[in-house]
């Protein structure tokens, strides 16, 4: 597999970002390192996309950069330029792909049919994006389509949240999930970017509590401990004679506040 595909991997949660403005793309970057997830697939739905790009990948450098919604080769050839070190497409788009493959450029092209996937693989991929991922049966009708397609590893994206990621997560034709709910749109907008930078760090904990062991690309194992601490206290709590736990107070993640 593609070394960056193997780091996308680790880090097990790839955020879906819209920006807006690329004014907003080193503060957004930066709030995303903190929280442990030095990775971000850029969606190409905003004139800002390319520019984001270059600016996250220029001042973050260790940072995992890629595109989404590529919908051509021309945007391919821009994403690149800026900095992408990954292409995620919504659809296969066969021309798109082929050109991805032939200049060696990771390509995670969106699949929901048997037959695409097996148009994924006569063009030698071995992951896909599962979009949208709830919509289309969610977990279950991955579990269904990977039986016989034993080559296939899956990054789900569309509808993924944090109450329904960790059972993806377990399963082991899951490379990463992608999410958007640590970088909404809101919070970008009203420069939230501490909130991101919090909801980060639980997404982490939640792929450490699934997975086990370090979350672990450069960079993010403060991140990842951090956050596990709110779960540690849960346990801590449940732990505890009935007659304590109902005087102890543990603080609700920031997303259920959302």
Known sequence: MNKVLKKLEQFGIVPVVVLEDAKDAALLAKALCDGGLACAEVTFRTAAAEESIRIMSQKFPE???GAGTV???????RAVKAGAQFIVSPGFNPV????CIDHEIPITPGVVTPSEMEQAIAMGLEVVKFFPAEPSG???????????YTTLKFMPTGGINPENIVPYLQYDKIL???GSWMVKGNLVARGAFDQIT????EAVSLVHSARGGE???KGCYNGARLCSDYHRRVINVLHRPRSLKSIMVVPRPMWLSL
């Not at 798109?96 to 050109?99: R, S």
């Not at 969610?138 to 016989?148: E, N, R, T, Y």
């Not at 919090?198 to 760090?201: A, N, P, S, V």
């Open 96 to 99: 798109v792909v082929k050109y």
């Open 71 to 77: 919908l051509t080769v021309e945007q391919v050839d």
């Open 215 to 217: 979350v672990m690309a």
């Open 198 to 201: 919090e909801l980060t760090r």
């Open 176 to 178: 990463a999930c992608g």
């Open 63 to 65: 940072m995992v950069v």
């Open 138 to 148: 969610g977990l279950g009708m991955i579990k269904a389509v990977a039986a016989p």
